[in-house]
């Protein structure tokens, strides 16, 4: 009997770790994922900001905001349009290298830690 005690011990033991291990597994992935995402969102409103505040600025010379542009200003719209595009491209592919770079570390998120004080004495 008491072999059989032990024996299930080792198994409950097991099964209580094997379970802590997936939950591990599980939080650095989710960890992981919102780093990622994080990172892309902190990337992508760079990048469009960017592109908003030059385009706030300079939107006059392809005619940003008239409705009958010359054509000149739809010349260079299309000159916009490309160097717009571009620019997101790379941004894009950087998100990707860095996420990809992210996937080889192992991430834990601590997030925002609270203590609670007893007031009873």
């Known amino acids: 009997m ?57 939107g006059e010379i392809w005619g940003i905001n008239e409705k009958n542009p010359t054509s000149k200003q739809v010349r260079e719209r299309g000159i916009w349009a490309s160097v717009r595009t571009e620019i997101l491209d790379i941004g894009n592919d950087y998100i990707r290298k860095l996420q990809n770079n992210l996937s080889l570390y192992n991430i834990e998120y601590v997030g925002q830690e609270t203590t609670v004080i007893s007031t009873n004495k």
């Open 2 to 58: 008491r072999r059989e005690t032990q024996d299930d011990f080792e198994r409950n033991r097991k099964i209580v770790q094997d379970r802590k291990n997936r939950a591990s597994k599980l939080a650095k992935e989710q960890a992981l994922a919102k780093l990622q995402e994080d990172v892309k969102k902190a990337i992508m409103t760079t990048m469009i900001a960017s592109l908003d505040i030059f385009e706030n600025e300079y």
